[in-house]
Structure formats: structure tokens, C-alpha cells
């Protein structure tokens, strides 16, 4: 089992930046046995796929609405998976989650049903 927490949101304007982390914790398997996910919630809305890293970082995919301009990475030393957020839009406005499914490849989740755990979320809010 693992635990995940996100932080790093927060109140920007339009074409400002921001990062998001999420530290992992917990027994059990090991941070690099998980490929990791972002999603986001708006009010409103379904959960939506955001972008995914597969285990070793090698392997990324993302949602049309934020190539370009959204980076996933991951540091396995530091069992954290980050958001990097440029040229935001108000769109972008949501609560942000990260997930975490077991692999055993270098394959990038994409669905929600592949992930086994979540963070709690974090709000970004990006007035325009």
C-alpha cells in the first residue's frame, strides 16, 4: 500500500506557472515499482487524465489539452512525482490528484481504473 500527497498548488493568473508534487509513502513495494498518473476535477466535470510516467521516468504521455505545456517527471530517490505547469489557462482550474498503479513494464497509465491509489488533491486556481 502506498500513500500520496500532493502539494504545490495555489491561486496564479493566467500564463503564470506552477509545480506540483506528490511524495509517496508507505510499506511495501517500492516507489519504482509504480507507474504514476496526474489527474484533474473540475466542478462539475468527470475526473480527467492529465498525464502519466511510467516507472523508471523513461516513458511519458499526455492529455491533448496539456502538451506542450504540462512536464511529468519523477525522482525515485525521492519518492515524489512532479507536475510542471506552464502557460496556464483558466481552464486548467481544478482540483489536481496524483495516482499510482502497479506495472511491470515500462507502459504509461492512462485510465483511472489502472490506478490502485490517490492523493487527496490539491486546487489550482488560475484566474484569467
Known amino acids: 500500500q502506498v500513500q500520496l500527497v500532493e502539494s504545490g498548488g495555489g491561486l496564479v493568473q493566467a500564463g503564470d506557472s506552477l509545480r506540483l508534487s506528490c511524495a509517496a509513502s508507505?510499506?511495501?513495494?517500492?516507489?519504482?515499482?509504480?507507474?504514476m498518473g496526474w489527474f484533474r476535477q473540475a466542478p462539475g466535470k468527470e475526473r480527467e487524465f492529465v498525464g502519466g510516467i511510467s516507472r523508471s521516468g523513461d516513458n511519458t504521455y499526455y492529455s491533448d489539452s496539456v502538451k506542450g505545456r504540462f512536464t511529468i517527471s519523477r525522482d525515485n530517490a525521492k519518492n515524489t512525482v512532479y507536475l510542471q505547469m506552464n502557460s496556464l489557462k483558466p481552464e486548467d482550474t481544478a482540483v489536481y490528484y496524483c495516482?499510482?498503479?502497479?506495472?511491470?513494464?515500462?507502459?504509461?497509465?492512462?485510465?483511472?481504473?489502472?490506478?490502485?491509489?490517490w492523493g487527496q488533491g490539491t486546487q489550482v486556481t488560475v484566474s484569467s
Open positions: 508507505g510499506p511495501g513495494r517500492t516507489f519504482s515499482s509504480y507507474g
Open positions: 495516482a499510482a498503479g502497479v506495472v511491470y513494464n515500462s507502459v504509461v497509465l492512462s485510465t483511472p481504473t489502472q490506478y490502485y491509489y
